[in-house]
């Protein structure tokens, strides 16, 4: 067996923070080398952000001349879009990254190595940032080449922007993991089709008050409401909306602690269900 | 001198809906000797290494190895232990270097590109290092995860058909690796296999099981006195079988409890 100096000499500790953001960069490091491999992978992230941009950019070409709103805030269509995939990125970003595991079959690979569920969990929302900065990212360029649009221009509220709606993203990514977990890749279409069911009430093209009022009490149950509702405050009376923000911030504690709860049954119930080593294409 | 046991199961059970998968085992596992799980499909080998990996929770009983409650810590010898196993694979697009450097992260190794060159030499995956792990035959495949499960140099390593796909000239040279490697690290295997060749060959104890029970436990070599046959072949076809089971000869498959 390993004398305690021979395994201090050929292994890490494995416990403490230090190991943690190991075994999690490892997993970076694991859909790295996919991603950065292939190309085609790397120009379709930011092939549907940036089509869906250009086609709202188009749009505000055509409106603006006879718009007073958008005379008032021209990069709104575009920023509006530009928003709303930090949240769809956000969320594909963790239920892709999942569903490659269960693809390859890896699962059972890595829930025996000492990788903790709470630093797979870390993993996944790092792998979202980093597949959404690279999809809007693309966007983004895109619409000041093509546009002279800068998100940036949005200033220190982008920011905050980013960070509600990814997290918001990262709650329904993992809930969406579960389900996956659960019902197995005949659930996968969730991963793409879940989001959608917040956009109509999340107000990304149009204030919330358009919704009957019983939609109205829904979309303010969503951070996204709040930040489209914020985003629409800073482009068109320039005040950051410290009301939505705070809002915002609370219902994305709680939706991420549903998330990141309903992941770890999930987790669970595929221990008791035996499904970890044998789920899979 | 007895060896300590490495791994202890204690009436463990697990019940899947109305099926008795695992059905009240106990065995222990003597440290620095590599012991066969044997049964035929359906007995709960695979159910019952899952459960030592913690990948499956027991309805009830319980699990140490290396002297820790599994059920309780298991992140305590999970960096100890490695498997392989039919049932799993790795990312297919990435190349087998890859996915080793991946896992010796995972299991925190100081120098992972030196113990990967190691395992490669050793494995005969030198000049496969650059090739994505989709590309590879099923028996480069076995060898790339057996290479895997070694990469932490394992004090407990769980073995689920580790030479299925391989041809006898491979399999041999990996029977061989691992009985080296078992010898020099005094590493405890635990291994489920329908090859009896390779349990006679490699196994110091073999434990029987058949639909969720151990029936029977020994040496190869007692067994095969036991049961009065020739091979574990036909020690393993005479449980698989149930023969002796309604006789009152000599032949008294049992549960066996450690």
């Known amino acids: 067996m390993h004398a305690a100096n021979e395994s201090s000499a050929l292994f890490f500790p494995q416990t403490g923070i230090a190991a943690s953001a190991r075994r999690v960069r490892a997993l970076i490091r694991r859909h790295a080398y996919l991603l950065l491999k292939s190309w085609p992978r790397m120009v379709s992230m930011a092939y549907y952000p940036t089509v869906t941009m250009v086609l709202w950019a188009f749009l505000t070409v055509y409106l603006k001349p006879t718009t007073n709103f958008l005379k008032d805030a021209p990069g709104f269509f575009i920023g509006a879009v530009l928003l709303w995939d930090v949240l769809f990125r956000g969320q594909l970003g963790v239920s892709l990254t999942f569903i490659e595991e269960m693809y390859s079959r890896n699962l059972g690979n890595l829930f025996v190595s000492p990788l903790r569920l709470g630093e797979f969990i870390a993993g996944q929302l790092t792998m979202s940032i980093l597949r959404t900065l690279i999809g809007v990212g693309g966007a983004c360029f895109f619409a000041w080449l093509l546009f002279r649009y800068s998100i940036f221009s949005l200033g220190f509220p982008l920011l905050a922007f980013f960070a509600l709606l990814l997290a918001f993203g990262w709650g329904i990514g993992l809930a969406v993991s579960a389900m996956i977990l659960r019902w197995g890749l005949g659930a996968e279409e969730l991963a793409w089709a879940a989001i959608f069911l917040v956009a109509p009430v999340s107000g990304v093209y149009y204030p919330i008050a358009v919704l009957p009022s019983w939609l109205q009490s829904v979309a303010w149950a969503l951070p996204s409401a709040h930040v489209f509702e914020g985003m629409r405050s800073v482009l068109l009376a320039g005040a950051f909306p410290w009301e939505h923000f705070r809002a915002a911030v609370a219902l994305d504690v709680v939706y991420l602690a549903l998330g990141i709860g309903t992941f770890r049954l999930a987790v669970r119930h595929a221990r008791v269900h035996g499904k970890l080593l044998h789920m899979g294409e | ?258």
């Open chain 2, 1 to 258: 001198m007895l060896a300590a046991a490495a791994i202890v199961v204690n009436d463990l059970r697990k019940r899947y809906d109305k099926v008795d998968a695992v059905n009240g085992i106990s065995f222990a596992v003597r440290a620095g000797t590599t012991t066969a799980l044997l049964g035929g499909n359906g007995a709960g080998k695979t159910t019952t290494l899952s459960m030592l990996l913690s990948v499956l929770t027991p309805t009830a009983g319980s699990i140490s190895v290396l002297g820790c409650d599994m059920l309780q810590h298991p992140y305590r010898v999970l960096p100890r232990m490695n498997f392989t196993s039919p049932y799993v694979d790795l990312p297919k697009r990435l190349t087998v270097g890859e996915n080793l450097r991946v896992f010796a992260d995972l299991y925190g190794l100081r120098a992972p590109l030196q113990r990967i060159g190691e395992l490669a030499r050793e494995f005969d995956l030198s000049g496969v290092l650059a090739r994505p792990y989709g590309t590879l035959s099923a028996g480069q495949r076995t060898r790339v995860s057996l290479a895997k499960a070694l990469l932490n140099r394992p004090e407990v390593l769980l073995l689920d058909e580790p030479t299925a796909s391989l041809d006898p000239d491979i399999g041999d040279r990996m029977r061989t690796y691992l009985e080296t490697y078992q010898r020099e690290s005094r590493c405890t295997m635990l291994l489920a296999s329908h090859n009896m060749g390779e349990v006679e060959r490699m196994c110091d104890d073999v434990i029987m099981l058949r639909e969720g029970l151990v029936v029977d436990q020994g040496s190869p070599q007692e067994l095969i006195q036991r049961y009065g046959r020739e091979t574990m072949e036909e020690v393993f076809l005479d449980v698989a079988r149930g023969v002796g089971d309604e006789a009152d000869g000599d032949i008294p498959p049992r549960e066996f409890a450690a």
